[in-house]
């Protein structure tokens, strides 16, 4: 591109590890220890370790690989059926929200039956696994790599993390949903107190698992839109700030940002009103 790749080395050699040459005198000593190294050298036990761990990784990676290319991952995540998932999400929280059967929930005694401890495990579990997750993405690693890396950089790792990220909670908040509402069921409380934070909780579940199915997905094509128009125009490796160069004149590019914050804002904001709705939820497990 400028000019580097026919520069010619004053040896005359064009690629450029030819730069770099071997003595011509030691060339023989060269060879010989890299053939020492070859036949004498046995392989150690982190090597042998690591190409099981490589060997583990690739399998796992072309197994997702092909679920991807799979038509049930495309009818869920690339069509309408992404309506279905909504709609079966919002009848999982119509369902939490209707009290138990007493009956069920007592003994023969009457006596209230405590829930089991697996069910508080689950329930504990999964909600202080979204509270941490939730923490890290927004004050560790979010500001962190943002401060750290070049913008276009910061952008392919948030192109990664987005979809894991909102994937993770949304299914943590349903846990969250489902066993909180065990809990009670099994002791017989339906009051104010417990129909608030099941509102809380469905509210932080929908709108993560909205923001999963029909947010992230335009956002990474904005994403991808925009890095390859900066990229043209040699701009986005500035670090913890903006810096659009001459794309300020182009209204087809501003149009594109413009979008690009907007839905990104909607992210954000969305992402503080879930956190708002964990702390919520944490002060009444705290009270």
């Known amino acids: ?61 072309s197994f997702f690989g092909g679920l991807k290319n799979s038509p049930a991952y495309k009818v869920l995540f690339f069509t309408q059926p992404a309506h279905v998932i909504m709609a079966l999400a919002v009848i999982l929280v119509a369902a939490s929200m209707l009290p138990g059967d007493m009956k069920k929930a007592s003994n023969a005694n009457g006596e209230s039956v405590k829930p089991r401890t697996f ?30 890396l070049a913008r276009h950089a910061f952008g392919d790792v948030q192109k ?19 066993q909180f509402g065990k809990m009670h069921v099994a002791a017989n409380v339906w009051d104010v107190h417990t129909y608030l934070q099941l509102f809380v909780l469905s509210l932080c579940f929908l709108l993560e698992l909205m923001i999963r199915l029909y947010v992230v997905p335009p956002l990474l094509r904005l994403i991808t839109v925009k890095t390859a128009i900066e990229k043209s125009a040699g701009v986005g490796n500035e670090v913890g700030h903006y810096d659009l160069g001459p794309l300020v004149d182009c209204p087809h590019y501003m149009a594109i940002h413009k979008a690009f914050r907007q839905v990104h804002l909607f992210v954000g904001i969305g992402n503080v009103v879930t956190m708002m709705c964990t702390a919520f939820h944490l002060a009444y497990i705290a009270a």
């Open 160 to 178: 990664i993390l987005f979809p894991k990220y909102f994937s993770l909670n949304s299914l943590l908040s349903a846990i969250t949903l489902i």
């Open 1 to 61: 591109m400028c000019g580097t790749a026919s520069h010619k080395s004053e040896h005359g050699h064009g690629h450029p590890h030819h730069l770099f040459r071997v003595p011509t005198a030691h060339v023989a000593a060269y060879e010989y220890l890299v053939k020492e190294n070859k036949t004498s050298d046995p392989k150690k036990p982190g090597d042998t370790l690591t190409a099981f761990s490589r060997s583990t990784f690739d399998k796992c990676s």
């Open 119 to 148: 069910v508080n495990f689950v329930y504990l579990a999964a909600f202080c696994t979204h509270v941490g997750a939730q923490f890290w993405m927004t004050f560790i690693s979010g500001l962190s790599l943002y401060f750290n």
